[in-house]
């Protein structure tokens, strides 16, 4: 691979970037024989000849996309069209906090002491996805929440693909640092807007300081030419308090690497997911809560449907450390499987080290309650709807605590479609 | 009104109901009680359609069309209603919301449009009314959470709402005090008409005195092995279940 063209050897980060490309080399990408990636093929898309480095990415008119943006609220924007920034299409700000680019980041003076401290410290130094966009990746969202600071607004994140490329590979590059005290609400979303190959293979970090709360929210509906690798590494520091809502319910491909560090006491995090998928989609939900520091919580909660011939796995590993004492870990993944031919693997995978701890976890994979169906029929209620609407009251509890109405508005939107219903009223 | 002929039932190929006859008028109040396990519930529900159960011999009728391969959505469209011992709880759904729906997917399969958002709001403050139930209460997620009485209560609601010609309410005074069971049996005596037939299963007499049965049933081993006025249900309560056995052994 030719890369001496298009990497910037005066980059700041050019010796971040020279490791990770050697150890990546070392690596490779991985494979079934690993555990991690037992469940997860990647050898389709490695067979798919990808561009790295766009050309002209293609124009893109804000109404033919509107419908991607919570546009019924105001929200900055940071939005990316084939891996570059779309300065267009954008809202961002220094007015106050610092919501823009990466690139500016990486390259501007002024953030250089906060780009020494922050960047690419909390993301792995050995997994090779994370290591390959740690070497390639050139742009993506910077955010930062000074102390005690709370953005007027709602802050979107949007990757649009056009095809200007018959395959294209996108690694946006995202670093979050919320300050003691402050505040953030994030939406991302990756979309395809083409029926060529598309593999995103993205890196957020996020640094939640003392008290700092963050909440995170993805929305993963692509396309089924798409496919999607999120790498999120959290570092949480004493009493902060984050949340990470997944909603996966497109893409060919979707595997999700959240990984939580407690580097505190009485730190919160959360994690919750709803999947519905059909035809042959994949989603892999791996995450990963060490818990390193006492009194700590954290909560998982993830709910499955699964139809077609549809795939996924559930890995959840926690990880409570021996003066980890006092840690509260809980994590509960439930799955509804509609159909005789989708599966679904699930796996706790707790490693406890601590004595005085509380660590739950459970998994379910049923089918839906025959009674509760009859139930809804039996009020005059199609069998088709009946079944929307027990697949939804089975997912509500997770979209109880999305804190935005409008997004909570869409993703009911996004479910009743992807249930195919139209019930009459806004679930 | 509903007539059901040498009905025999079965669920898992174990036979329940073994040969009901029953026949209800338009205007009539019928009481089916019986000992538990007599396959009371069963009969209410393969009456409203639950697939669950298997039909291996004779009919149900309503008004003079066989049910046999009617769908328990079809069945609920053509006036039957079911109130449930046990209300399933929908997290997420509005008790306004599920009602709407209920309402505008049944009108939707007699051709006709929605219902006017105007007059849904004014029907539903009407039926609420009738039986007493709060506004907040109706925002809340169907069944979640609620008590015993406010899911009976639910359920009788959803009865006025959609205005069924057949209405079998299962062991709706169970898990009722007395104050829940007098609002419910008002509103189940004020829904009533010459033009639609109730069918009350309970294992008490209780419910009863509230709403008073044109015709009392003992149901047996999947069998009506008794019928009378409503004062069998007063002797009923007197003796207790046991000199059935006692007879059905002769």
Known sequence: MAFENNVDVEHPVHDVRMAAIKNFEEKGFPSKKEEAWKYTSLNSLQKIDFSIFPKEENALEYKDVKRYFIHEIDTYKIVFVDGIYSSYLSETTHDGVDICLMSAALTKPMYKQVIDVYFNKIASKD??????????????????????????????????????????????????????????????????????????????????????????????????????????????????????????????????????????????????????????????????????????????????????????????????????QKTNAFQQNNNILISDKASINTKPQLEIFADDVKCSHGCTIGQLDEDALFYLQSRGIPKKEARALLMYAFANNVLSSVRIPELKTRINKLIAKKLGVNLGFDL | MLKIKDLHASVDDKEILRGINL?????????????????????????????????????????????????????????????????????????????????????????????????????????????????????????EGFSGGEKKRNEIFQMAMLEPKVAILDETDSGLDIDALRIVASGVNKLKSKDNAVILITHYQRLLEYIVPDFVHVLHNGKIVKSGGKELALELEEKGYDWLKQETAV
Request: aromatic share 6%.
């Open chain 2, 23 to 143: 026949e209800i008028k338009a205007g009539e109040v019928h009481a089916i009680m019986g000992p538990n396990g007599s396959g009371k519930s069963t009969l209410a529900s393969v009456i409203a359609g639950n697939e669950r159960f298997e039909v291996t011999q004779g009919s149900i009728e309503l008004s003079g069309e066989d049910l046999e391969e009617v769908s328990p959505e079809e069945r609920a469209h053509k006036g039957v209603f079911l109130s449930f011992q046990y209300p399933v709880e929908i997290p997420g759904v509005s008790v306004t919301n599920f009602m709407k729906t209920a309402i505008n997917e049944s009108r939707k399969a007699r051709g006709l449009e929605d219902m006017p958002a105007k007059d849904m709001l004014k029907l539903i403050r009407e039926k609420s009314e009738l039986l007493e139930i709060d506004r907040k209460f109706l925002s809340r997620s169907l069944n």
């Open chain 1, 127 to 324: 997994e090779s996805l994370t290591l390959l966009n740690t070497a390639f990746s050139r742009e993506g969202a910077y955010i930062y929440i000074p102390k005690n600071k709370m953005p007027k607004k709602p802050i979107e994140i949007l990757h649009f693909s056009t095809g200007n490329e018959a395959s294209l590979l996108l690694q946006p590059r995202n670093l979050i640092i919320v300050e003691e005290n402050a505040e953030v609400q994030i939406i991302e979303r990756h979309q395809s807007l083409t029926s060529n190959d598309i593999l995103t293979n993205a890196v957020t970090e996020i640094f939640a300081a003392k008290s700092a709360i963050v909440d995170f929210y993805k929305i993963q509906n692509d396309n089924e030419t798409a496919s999607l690798i999120d790498n999120t590494y959290i570092d949480q520091k004493d009493k902060s308090l984050v949340k990470v809502h997944t909603f996966s319910f497109g893409g060919k491909l979707i595997r999700n690497n959240l990984n939580f560090y407690q580097n505190g006491e009485y730190i919160d995090s959360t994690m919750k997911g709803v999947t519905i998928l059909g035809e042959k989609q994949h989603v892999d939900h791996h995450t990963l809560v060490h818990h390193i520091e006492p009194n700590c919580e954290s909560h998982q909660d993830y709910k499955g449907i699964y139809g077609d011939s549809s795939t996924g796995v559930f890995n959840g590993k926690i990880i409570v450390d021996k003066i980890a």
